[in-house]
């Protein structure tokens, strides 16, 4: 099945700075890949994917980029804010029943 | 936050008891799932259900079972077989290939 490894577990910044997250996947016939933010005692919410036909994709200050023949995508947060602070996952399906694999999350913590 | 609702938001098990956690949606998607959460596991696939009166077991399905019954409905039983169930459940819907969105979110605890 499915394989995907999420670095790294912790990744603390100063606010302004940019933050990158990154995933690796086993399966090359993987074509969706979509990113969560968990706040504390919350739950995930979708803040931007990509599919295997598009290189790259933003969304004001987050982007994220697609490398198939590496099997490896990236979160990339610009510009970050406290508020970006939490658990971030990424998580990769294939095929028209969308069962993702989950990485195991990275806690981003960004200090005022 | 969507229609996805997950009852009770803590739940309290003694050693030796069954508990059932409830998953509403009226989202009217087709697929529902159960996730399982612990600290640095990342989110572990239970159970799911890609249509009414079907469903199938995910990653780690022994020492629970589900129903789907009716389509907006997913509750998920904890049984006594699971061994170490403390931890964060969520349930999630969607109809494929959407996004997934997930519940509130169940914290069990055995006492």
């Known amino acids: 099945g499915e394989n995907v490894e999420q670095h790294p577990s912790t990744l603390s910044v100063q606010e302004g700075d940019s933050a990158v997250i990154k995933c690796t996947y086993s399966?090359?016939?993987?074509?969706?890949f979509p990113w969560y933010k968990q706040e504390l005692g919350k739950r995930p919410q979708l803040i931007i994917d990509?599919?295997?036909?598009?290189g790259e994709k933003k969304d004001q200050r987050i982007a994220v980029t697609l490398n198939k023949t590496a099997k490896h995508f990236s979160l990339h947060i610009t510009e970050t804010q406290p508020e970006d602070s939490a658990v971030y996952f990424c998580?990769?399906?294939?095929?028209?029943?969308?069962?993702?694999?989950f990485g195991r999350g990275t806690s981003l913590i960004v200090h005022p | 936050d969507g229609g996805i609702t997950q009852s009770p938001k803590y739940l309290f098990r003694k050693e030796g008891q069954n508990v059932t956690l409830s998953c509403e949606q009226n989202?009217?998607?087709?697929?529902m799932y159960w996730y399982r959460q612990d600290p640095g596991q990342g989110l572990r696939l239970i159970y799911y259900?890609?249509?009414?009166?079907?469903?199938q077991k995910g990653d780690i399905a022994e020492g629970y079972s589900v129903s789907r019954e009716k389509k907006e409905s997913f509750p998920l039983t904890v049984t006594s077989a699971q061994k170490n169930p403390t931890a964060f459940y969520l349930c999630?819907?969607?109809?494929?290939?959407?996004?997934?969105?997930f519940g509130p979110g169940t914290r069990l605890t055995v006492l």
């Open positions: 998580a990769a399906s294939k095929g028209g029943s969308y069962i993702p694999t």
């Open positions: 399966d090359s016939a993987s074509n969706y």
């Open positions: 990509i599919r295997s036909n598009v």
């Open positions: 989202l009217n998607h087709d697929a």
């Open positions: 259900s890609q249509i009414v009166n079907d469903f």
């Open positions: 999630a819907s969607n109809t494929p290939p959407d996004t997934q969105y």
